[in-house]
């Protein structure tokens, strides 16, 4: 093979827990008899809330192939190589079993919200059930030095006090704020949806949703805009490079010796499977070995019914443009190459233009 396949997982193979009809029909088409794959697969998830490993045994269950760890990428994996950042006391804030996460990714010192929160109890003062009773003597101050986002997390206003106070403090929470402390410590963020499909009848708030009250509660406070370090997962750059280098390395284990041309990027949603394909298309496939290309698929956050106006003066708003504050906009980046009705036929599309008779 010649090509790769890039395959979004909740919209395009599921729905919550909820397998995809298509998805099973078309992952038979894509490996052998002994259950290899007869192309390099890789399935590319904004999803931060658990281990590789945990995920490809939930895709192996749900599409009946074998699927390793080596072939799935989360939001947070291009972390690995943000290596400066490894040995540093960092604050996590997500969901899941997000220590693991971490020291898997390679950092040494995380610490969560809710370690946070025991360590510092009179910080998270929305809830007055939550409040505690008896003021017990502080522990002493420690330094964070990095907030890392994962992901989406269970109790918002814990979360957003918590970060904020982080970033007003320069890493010393429960002391006053210093608003010349600017720009604020280091924030890595994973995952941009604003909204994501699972069994609901309409698109559930994402990550990116979380991002925007973050961003807007720290301008209100101050004044200043809240600055990442990095942003990964779909439509970022990063993750396009991270999941090509996946890609080939499937195609050196596997002994395939011609060269992988074009990635195929299937998914359900335009401002991220879309917009990160064709930002890769248009900005790096000159510098990379691969061309990419688009496929949406209508078992997701797509509607073909709705259509992003052309007038780009009217796109500016938010209720039109879901894509995250520090990306541009620009129509072309959400015009796909191909729009199918499921993954199924997304396959079958992609073996008829490569002349790929498996």
């Known amino acids: 093979p010649s090509f790769g396949f890039l395959f979004d997982i909740d919209g395009v193979l599921v729905r919550g827990k909820t397998p995809i009809p298509a998805a099973r029909t078309a992952f038979r088409k894509l490996v052998n008899s002994q259950g290899q794959f007869l192309v390099p697969?890789?399935?590319?998830?904004?999803?931060?809330?658990?281990?590789?490993?945990?995920?490809?045994?939930?895709?192996?269950?749900?599409?009946?192939?074998?699927?390793?760890?080596d072939q799935v990428m989360m939001s947070h994996s291009p972390l690995r190589m943000f290596k400066r950042y490894h040995e540093k006391c960092v604050l996590v804030s997500g969901q899941g079993p997000l220590l693991d996460i971490a020291q898997d990714l390679g950092f040494c010192q995380p610490i969560t919200i809710d370690t946070l929160r025991e360590k510092r109890p009179l910080l998270d003062a929305v809830d007055h059930d939550r409040r505690p009773n008896?003021?017990?003597?502080?522990?002493?101050?420690?330094?964070?030095?990095?907030?890392?986002?994962?992901?989406?997390?269970?109790?918002?206003?814990?979360?957003?006090?918590?970060?904020?106070?982080?970033?007003?403090?320069?890493?010393?929470?429960?002391?006053?704020?210093?608003?010349?402390?600017?720009?604020?410590?280091?924030?890595?963020?994973?995952?941009?949806?604003?909204?994501?499909?699972?069994?609901?009848?309409?698109?559930?708030?994402?990550?990116?949703?979380?991002?925007?009250?973050?961003?807007?509660?720290?301008?209100?406070?101050?004044?200043?805009?809240?600055?990442?370090e990095a942003l990964m997962g779909k439509p970022s750059r990063l993750t396009y490079q991270y999941a090509e280098h996946l890609i080939r390395a499937q195609a050196l284990q596997r002994s395939w010796e011609q060269p992988i041309q074009t990635l195929y990027a299937v998914g359900d949603n335009l401002m991220t499977d879309v917009y990160g394909a064709n930002l890769w298309e248009n900005e790096l496939a000159s510098a990379a070995a691969a061309h990419c290309r688009s496929v949406l698929v209508c078992t997701?956050?797509?509607?073909?019914?709705?259509?992003?106006?052309?007038?780009?003066g009217d796109s500016i708003t938010e209720t039109v443009f879901h894509g995250h504050?520090?990306?541009?906009?620009?129509?072309?980046?959400?015009?796909?190459?191909?729009?199918?009705?499921?993954?199924?036929?997304?396959?079958?599309?992609?073996?008829?233009?490569?002349n790929f008779a498996p």
């Open 41 to 69: 697969v890789v399935f590319v998830t904004n999803a931060g809330n658990c281990l590789r490993q945990k995920k490809a045994d939930q895709l192996s269950h749900l599409l009946g192939v074998p699927i390793s760890q």
């Open 134 to 228: 008896v003021l017990h003597s502080q522990e002493p101050l420690f330094s964070l030095s990095t907030v890392v986002l994962f992901g989406e997390p269970v109790r918002w206003e814990t979360s957003l006090q918590l970060i904020i106070d982080v970033l007003l403090t320069s890493g010393y929470p429960g002391n006053p704020y210093q608003q010349e402390n600017y720009p604020h410590i280091p924030v890595l963020a994973c995952n941009m949806d604003l909204m994501w499909v699972a069994e609901a009848q309409s698109p559930r708030f994402g990550h990116g949703t979380f991002m925007v009250c973050l961003e807007n509660i720290y301008k209100k406070i101050t004044g200043k805009e809240l600055k990442y």
């Open 300 to 312: 997701g956050v797509y509607n073909p019914h709705t259509e992003v106006p052309l007038d780009t």
């Open 325 to 354: 504050r520090d990306f541009r906009f620009d129509p072309g980046l959400v015009e796909p190459d191909h729009i199918v009705p499921d993954v199924d036929a997304a396959v079958d599309l992609v073996f008829q233009l490569e």
